[in-house]
């Protein structure tokens, strides 16, 4: 299932490599858009990946979607990085979760502008490009922090400079992706030491909180005891030696 997935994957980033001046449309929220790329990238995923998994249901940031249940679901960003991709900052990545009673089994996450495929699937390790990956073992005090700003969500703001100034001051330096899946991908690469953002979606998180914990990092919901996908809430991923750290500048805010 893993091979035909990353096929997927890799057919889906090609339909974003070849769209040009997608038309753009807004989205409930401050900044929030949908291009017509996402769209249709969105219904390209559904079919094959349903093809894969016929049993499967289907859960995803451009549609309605009912709630999450105990049978294997796809939860699935056609792009995340929609923003980048609409400026052609190149950093926007296909991700693909595969949970089964509410937790993943199985992720990938794809940036075509780089043809980086990470990779996991549940006790058998992370990879790019088939290669094994894993977290840093930098310290706190040396760590480089991705950071998440929460734009869609402005009640957060505030919090969320406080927590970067935190981490600016005690950590080493700041990082803004703008992909949330590339960001996990980074740390579970060992390109960031760890990343927080106070609010994201589980099509944000689904496939790249696999490949962090499968590369021997730590993935946090904040506020719940174990990685939670039912809804939206705030999440660390960090290298083990940043993580008790990292906590204590979230726990304060």
């Known amino acids: 299932m893993m091979q035909r997935i990353a096929e997927i994957a890799k057919e889906a980033g090609a339909l ?10 807004q989205k409930e929220g401050h900044f929030n858009f949908v291009t017509d790329t996402d769209v249709a990238v969105q ?21 309605e979607n009912e709630p999450l249940t105990e049978r294997m679901t796809f939860v699935v960003d056609p792009i995340d ?18 949970l089964e009673n509410k937790k993943p089994v199985l992720g990938v996450v794809y940036n075509p502008y780089t ?48 927590a970067a100034k935190a981490f600016l001051l005690r950590a080493g330096d700041l990082r803004r992706v703008g992909s949330a899946a590339l960001d996990l991908c980074d740390v579970a690469c060992g390109r960031a030491d760890l990343f927080f953002e106070l609010r994201l979606r589980p099509w944000d998180v689904a496939a790249g909180s696999l490949i962090v914990m499968e590369a021997g ?13 039912d809804d939206a809430c705030g999440i660390l991923a960090s290298n083990p030696l940043c993580v008790q750290k990292a906590m204590g500048i979230l726990s304060s805010l």
Request: proline residues 5%; charged residues 20%; glycine residues 10%.
């Open 16 to 25: 974003i490599l070849k769209a040009h001046d997608s038309a753009i449309h």
């Open 43 to 63: 219904g390209f995923l559904k079919k094959a990946l349903l093809s894969v998994c016929p049993g499967a249901a289907f859960f995803s940031e451009e549609q």
């Open 81 to 98: 990085g929609t923003l980048n991709f609409m400026r052609n900052r190149r950093a926007s990545a296909v991700s693909i979760g595969l």
């Open 115 to 162: 043809d980086e495929l990470f990779s996991a699937e549940k006790g058998r390790g992370a990879f790019c490009n088939g290669s094994p990956i894993q977290v840093s073992a930098a310290p706190f005090e040396n760590a480089l922090v991705s950071i998440g700003t929460s734009p869609y969500d402005q009640d957060l703001a505030a919090k969320t400079m406080d």
């Open 217 to 229: 990092g730590a993935f946090l919901s904040l506020g719940h005891a174990e990685p939670y996908f």
